[in-house]
């Protein structure tokens, strides 16, 4: 493997935006999709995750597709829906969207506690990232499932080991942590100019 798991999407990162400063549906999601191979490494631990992050990319996607002029820029898909009063919906883009982000919110956190805390275990990575990003937002049966599924999570070292590649990977984790927040930190902001953001499961 050239570079680590994270070089793809720190390249993809690149393109998310047009010249003139707009989220780019597809690249987006390419770069969400592009994480997709450092939760496998996770194993079990990461499978909700995974299905989770997968189902939405999905959702968007279908959507973008079905008139990619349109549906070029990433917020014209909640637009769409805010207009049409079905952003609130359980099977919108808009929750979509807003899962999605609050998935990598929670990617981030975690690869930044791989940094910080290099004493703690996968475990306590795992289950800290979660109190800050997503248990908020959780029901008590998805909150259960989660710290069920983090308890399975690998032994710290091998997985930094397969996730290494060739490259330098806190190098390009530190990077990605960097990079990768501003473009969710605005899908927050554009979510919440129409109360859309503290939607729970």
């Known amino acids: 493997m050239e570079g680590t798991v994270f070089t793809p999407s720190l390249e993809g990162m690149q393109h998310i935006k047009s010249p003139q400063g707009e989220m780019l549906t597809k690249p987006f999601l ?14 079990t ?10 189902g939405n990319i999905s959702r ?30 359980s099977s919108s883009c808009t929750n979509g969207l807003l899962w999605l982000t609050r998935a990598m919110d929670f990617l981030v956190e975690l690869f930044h506690n791989l940094l910080a ?35 399975l999570a690998p032994d710290r070292k091998k997985f930094m080991e397969v996730i290494a590649g060739s490259g330098d990977v806190n190098a390009d984790m530190e990077k990605f942590c ?24």
């Open 117 to 151: 805390h290099p004493d703690w275990t996968m475990v306590e990575s795992c289950t800290d990232s979660y109190g800050k990003t997503l248990k908020k937002f959780h029901g008590w049966i998805a909150s259960s499932s989660f710290t069920v599924a983090m308890k």
């Open 60 to 89: 968007l996607e279908k959507k973008y597709q079905s008139d990619t002029t349109r549906y070029n820029y990433l917020y014209n898909l909640v637009k769409e829906e805010v207009e049409c009063k079905t952003a609130k919906g």
């Open 45 to 54: 631990a990461m499978t909700l995750v995974k299905s989770d992050i997968g």
């Open 30 to 43: 390419e770069v969400c999709k592009l994480i997709l191979p450092v939760i496998e490494k996770f194993g």
């Open 178 to 201: 960097s990079t990768f927040p501003p473009f969710l930190e605005e899908n927050h902001k554009f979510l919440a100019r129409f109360g859309l953001d503290d939607m729970k499961a």
